[in-house]
T-cell receptor, first 114, second 114 residues
Framework: DAGITQSPRHKVTETGTPVTLRCHQT?????MYWYRQDPGHGLRLIHY???????DKGEVSDGYSVSRSKTEDFLLTLESATSSQTSVYFC?????????????FGQGTRLTVV | KNQVEQSPQSLIILEGKNCTLQ??????????LRWYKQDTGRGPVSLTI?????NTKSNGRYTATLDADTKQSSLHITASQLSDSASYIC?????????????FGKGTKLSVKP
């Protein structure tokens, strides 16, 4: 599993509250990603990081922010959760380069906004 | 625009039968293509990787093909088992700095019935 841990695994929160999801890796990978997965949409990129304090937006970044102050941790924050952010969130790391590039995923976090 | 399209969206087959899943991509410059298997409630896991020079690769009952000229790949599953029930996701890696270099298809949901 490339040493990826997501926390929490499940969370229920109320609309308008801030929520932070954590992704922790133990193998010093440079690239880390946050995706959300919804029925009919597959995995969609929210934000990604290519180093400490280096992040960029993905295709569905509105309403989300990220931070990476250490190589091993990539945090995803919903500043003010909305019902449309109910989803399963996956963290991933990228291992290797060029033709050998492979993504490894965490176990996922199921977030419900009520 | 870099895109990965998969078909069919879903598929139901009887145990023991074969099936083929399709992936078409418009990603450039191409680095590699991976097929991932995602069991319900779990993160995706890589099944096989195809690089530009490879046409066919097998992993047990899974055989992937790649036609780099037409930008098409297929995943053939032989003698299906109940444990093959999952979503199969085609992921193309490309050279360049945007989107973290990974483009995901929406997946094909395979159900194997006894």
């Amino acid at each position: 599993d490339a040493g990826i841990t997501q926390s929490p695994r499940h969370k229920v929160t109320e609309t308008g509250t801030p929520v932070t999801l954590r992704c922790h890796q133990t193998e010093n990978h440079r690239y880390m990603y946050w995706y959300r997965q919804d029925p009919g949409h597959g995995l969609r990129l929210i934000h990604y990081s290519y180093g400490v304090k280096d992040t960029d937006k993905g295709e569905v970044s509105d309403g989300y922010s990220v931070s990476r102050s250490k190589t091993e941790d990539f945090l995803l924050t919903l500043e003010s959760a909305t019902s449309s952010q109910t989803s399963v969130y996956f963290c991933a790391i990228r291992q290797g380069g060029g033709e050998n590039t492979e993504a490894f995923f965490g176990q996922g976090t199921r977030l419900t906004v009520v | 625009k870099n895109q990965v399209e998969q078909s069919p969206q879903s598929l139901i087959i009887l145990e023991g039968k074969n099936c083929t899943l399709q992936c078409n991509y418009t990603v450039s410059p191409f680095s590699n293509l991976r097929w991932y298997k995602q069991d319900t409630g779990r993160g995706p896991v890589s099944l096989t990787i195809m690089t530009f020079s490879e046409n066919t690769k097998s992993n047990g009952r899974y055989t992937a093909t790649l036609d780099a000229d037409t930008k098409q790949s297929s995943l053939h599953i032989t003698a299906s088992q109940l444990s093959d029930s999952a979503s199969y996701i085609c992921v193309v890696t490309f050279y360049g700095g945007s989107q973290g270099n990974l483009i995901f298809g929406k997946g094909t949901k395979l159900s194997v019935k006894p």
